[in-house]
């Protein structure tokens, strides 16, 4: 049996404006052309779809298991020509990520690189907020997914792992803190710190740790980022709270000491997390399996 896409749209079309002669100038195509279509149609079918009244067109039981088929074949046929679309670079995709200071500054980069290779239809919009920030903005549908702090406690999200972070200290070679394997916080906060811009939330967060302490963090310098604080802090600034991964990278490559941190707020987990997963667009969740798969070894 042959049929086209017209032929189902225009089925779909009579049956929503309960009149053919509407239908039609929805199209629009003429109105004979139309009744000639759904008389073939039927014909074909050996089925009628409509009653004619004097009111319009009604429905008939088969018409309405004919209309439902329809309305999925369509609803195919325009996810076809999307992924056309896609393949071909014509339609662009707009993913919204929000993730913490560690997350964007040290994870992320690396990890979505190829992703954003494989996928060169896909615009990423990344922006950075605190843990609880993240949660919010994935709830209230701010943005497609988000990485935070996994040990908030959470109820109204889906959340998948993503990586394991450990924030530690960065001393000059010669600092007292320099021959210490470990410390606590509080063992630090008479030195001076070279630290992010206080709007950072990373920053926010270790001023708050600091705080709990009752002491406030002695600041001689704000620099923009890891990479800054680190060279400030080889040329005895003062010193500095990074991520491990990236402390890592600059112990190899400036007279810095890492110190790790004691205190049990400084190893943490930071998870992937997103609204709902029936919700999210097929590029969404390309991403979000992506993430959750790359976990190192």
Same mark, same amino acid.
């Given at each position: 049996?042959?049929?086209?896409?017209?032929?189902?749209?225009?089925?779909?079309?009579?049956?929503?404006?309960?009149?053919?002669?509407?239908?039609?100038?929805?199209?629009?195509?003429?109105?004979?052309?139309?009744? &000639?279509r759904?008389?073939?149609?039927?014909?074909?079918?050996?089925?009628?779809?409509f009653?004619?009244?004097a009111?319009?067109?009604?429905?008939?039981?088969?018409?309405?298991?004919?209309?439902?088929?329809?309305?999925?074949?369509?609803?195919?046929?325009?996810?076809?020509?999307?992924?056309?679309?896609?393949?071909?670079?014509?339609?662009?995709?707009?993913?919204? %990520?929000a993730?913490?200071?560690?997350a &964007?500054?040290?994870?992320?980069?690396?990890?979505?690189?190829p992703?954003?290779?494989?996928?060169?239809e896909?615009?990423?919009? %990344?922006?950075?907020? &605190?843990?609880?920030? /993240?949660?919010?903005?994935?709830?209230?549908?701010?943005?497609?997914?988000?990485?935070?702090?996994?040990?908030?406690?959470?109820?109204?999200?889906?959340?998948?792992?993503?990586?394991?972070?450990?924030?530690?200290?960065?001393?000059?070679?010669?600092?007292?803190?320099?021959?210490?394997?470990?410390?606590? %916080?509080?063992?630090?906060?008479?030195?001076?710190?070279?630290?992010?811009p206080?709007?950072?939330?990373?920053?926010?967060?270790?001023?708050?740790?600091?705080?709990?302490?009752?002491?406030? %963090?002695?600041?001689?310098?704000?620099?923009?980022?890891?990479?800054?604080?680190?060279?400030?802090i080889?040329?005895?600034?003062?010193?500095?709270?990074?991520?491990?991964?990236?402390?890592?990278?600059?112990?190899?490559?400036?007279?810095?000491?890492?110190?790790?941190?004691?205190?049990?707020?400084?190893?943490?987990?930071?998870?992937l997390? /997103?609204?709902?997963?029936?919700?999210?667009?097929?590029?969404?969740?390309?991403?979000v &399996?992506?993430?959750?798969?790359?976990?190192?070894?």
């Amino acid at each position: 049996m042959h049929f086209d896409l017209v032929d189902l749209r225009l089925l779909v079309a009579i049956a929503e404006a309960g009149s053919l002669s509407k239908a039609a100038s929805s199209f629009p195509i003429a109105l004979s052309a139309a009744s &000639n279509r759904l008389r073939h149609f039927e014909h074909r079918c050996g089925v009628t779809l409509f009653t004619r009244t004097a009111d319009g067109m009604g429905i008939t039981p088969a018409g309405r298991l004919v209309l439902d088929r329809a309305r999925h074949v369509l609803a195919e046929a325009e996810k076809l020509k999307e992924t056309l679309r896609d393949l071909s670079g014509q339609r662009r995709i707009t993913l919204r %990520l929000a993730g913490t200071t560690v997350a &964007n500054s040290t994870f992320l980069p690396a990890a979505l690189g190829p992703f954003l290779a494989d996928y060169p239809e896909i615009d990423l919009q %990344l922006v950075e907020r &605190n843990s609880v920030d /993240v949660l919010h903005a994935v709830q209230a549908g701010e943005v497609d997914i988000g990485v935070f702090d996994g040990n908030l406690a959470t109820s109204d999200v889906i959340s998948l792992p993503f990586r394991h972070d450990r924030l530690v200290l960065l001393v000059p070679l010669e600092h007292a803190l320099a021959q210490s394997r470990s410390a606590h %916080l509080k063992d630090a906060l008479g030195f001076a710190f070279v630290c992010l811009p206080p709007e950072r939330a990373m920053q926010r967060f270790i001023e708050q740790m600091a705080a709990q302490n009752a002491r406030s %963090l002695k600041i001689r310098v704000r620099a923009p980022s890891f990479d800054a604080i680190a060279q400030l802090i080889a040329q005895n600034a003062g010193i500095g709270m990074l991520p491990e991964a990236a402390a890592l990278r600059h112990v190899r490559e400036l007279p810095v000491r890492m110190v790790a941190l004691d205190d049990a707020w400084a190893t943490r987990e930071l998870r992937l997390c /997103v609204q709902a997963w029936d919700t999210l667009s097929t590029h969404a969740r390309r991403l979000v &399996n992506y993430l959750s798969q790359e976990m190192p070894e």
